[in-house]
């Protein structure tokens, strides 16, 4: 065994690792994924909850209910919802896993934000205000307006920074995020996000969004979605070094204690053939994977396979450890890195 890889097993062992944006379906969160985290040494994860595309409180209550059933099957596996930073780094120590609850958008929550103290009290810990499209409190983006935050908007951010909740903004337009940094007084997160810098799509943020989060004191966690990597390389080319290299601009542009993992890795989830065959897309790499599952017998083509081959679980964790250490990074950086900077983060605006 070579010294990195004493080094990295090392450092990987010790660390509180948080992965930023969990994008595991309830359904998936089974005995089996519960033993790939411990397998991949996860501490904390954000399961998001209610689903992204939730416009109704009464849906949400009722996403929220199913998965606190599911939780309760495992907690005498010491999994169990964490609302504080002690209670993750317990998890840490009993070797547990601590689930940190959120959701990827707000349009649940109608124009009534006395819910949100509910949501709150049911252990919601972050939230972003809108999933790609417009709703009542900005722009997403995938708005091509791309408008500033609602009058709404300005309340919603007011209650969040009120009831000491983690606004994160990594679906959210530009400018609608430019004005949140600047007017919430606690840090903010985009918690899978990367630099468009590196890779020109409409998921990824500008030098100035990543600038004006580091500003504020807060974390963007780097995602290893083929998409958000590269342009000039399919899912199937690419490896941990192009994630890595992501990492590595995030550092150099505004310090390493601005830097997560978000990994948005929906572990279990496929689609079936007529699925696949309803959802062809015409990117020359992605209708290679689709063929060739077609012309297969297989009857699933997993979520990893078309997003990032190279990790298609999060057992595979210290896959990214070890690069981080061969790319030169300090074992203090590294333990930032993998979920350091984001318990700072929680610990900031949850207290202590």
Wanted: with cysteine; proline share 3%.
């Amino acid at each position: 065994m070579s010294e990195t890889t004493n080094r990295s097993q090392a450092v990987h062992g010790k660390s509180i690792i948080v992965d930023g944006l969990n994008a595991v379906y309830p359904k998936d969160f089974n005995a089996e994924y519960i033993q790939n985290l411990k397998k991949g040494g996860v501490t904390g994860i954000h399961v998001t909850i209610p689903d992204v595309e939730c416009f109704s409180a009464g849906q949400a209550m009722r996403e929220l209910s199913g998965f606190f059933q599911r939780l309760r099957t495992f907690e005498s596996q010491k999994v169990r919802l964490a609302t504080t930073v002690q209670e993750i780094r317990k998890a840490k120590d009993e070797g547990g896993i601590a689930v940190v609850l959120g959701s990827q958008g707000a349009g649940f929550l109608g124009l009534d934000l006395s819910s949100l103290d509910f949501f709150a009290r049911l252990g919601m810990r972050t939230m972003q205000p809108t999933y790609t499209q417009r709703n009542q409190f900005g722009d997403g983006c995938g708005e091509k307006a791309d408008a500033e935050l609602s009058n709404a908007g300005v309340q919603w951010v007011e209650e969040m920074n009120k009831l000491g909740l983690v606004i994160s903004l990594s679906h959210v337009g530009n400018k609608t995020s430019m004005e949140i940094i600047k007017m919430s007084k606690d840090p903010v997160v985009f918690d899978h996000s990367n630099p468009k810098a590196l890779c020109d799509n409409p998921r990824n943020i500008t030098d100035e969004q990543i600038r004006s989060c580091a500003e504020k004191g807060g974390v963007i966690g780097l995602c290893p979605h083929a998409a958000f990597l590269r342009t000039d390389k399919g899912p199937r080319k690419q490896r941990v070094e192009d994630y890595v290299d992501h990492i590595s601009y995030v550092a150099e542009l505004v310090g390493v204690n601005h830097v997560g993992i978000g990994l948005d890795l929906a572990e279990g989830y496929f689609w079936t053939r007529e699925q696949v065959m309803q959802r062809r897309r015409p990117e020359e790499e992605l209708q290679k994977i689709q063929d060739e599952f077609l012309r297969s017998s297989r009857e699933r083509l997993y979520y990893y396979e078309v997003a990032m081959p190279w990790l298609k679980s999060v057992s595979q964790m210290p896959i990214i450890t070890e690069a981080l250490v061969v790319r030169g990074y300090s074992d203090q950086d590294v333990e930032k890195i993998l979920g350091g900077n984001f318990l700072r983060v929680f610990e900031k605006i949850w207290g202590s």
